[in-house]
């Protein structure tokens, strides 16, 4: 018992834990042809939001208001899906909370 034997024999070392950044910033999720759209929506929905600012007038508004919430909306969650695919929110959450979201 002195020399060590017992815990050498039925000891094993302790894995190392997997180091994580923080907040760091991957495309592994976002892999091939699945990059570029998810890249272009939020760009495509601000610039919506953008011409839509441009018109000065307008006869009936309704529909004019109805795109521009409809268009900053899908900014907002187009940039927010975005960030969770390439963060460490993915890992955090689970594929399949990810996909249910």
Known sequence: ?????VYNATTEPQAKQPRRRPCG???RHLRGWRLLPKALQPF????????????????????LYFFEFTSCSAFLLSLLILCVYCSVAYETLGKEKVNRM
Not at 1 to 5: P, S
């Open 1 to 5: 018992m002195e020399n060590g034997g």
């Open 25 to 27: 910033c991957t495309v």
């Open 44 to 63: 495509l929905s601000l610039l919506a939001v953008i011409f839509e600012e441009i018109v000065e007038d307008c006869i009936n508004c309704g529909g």
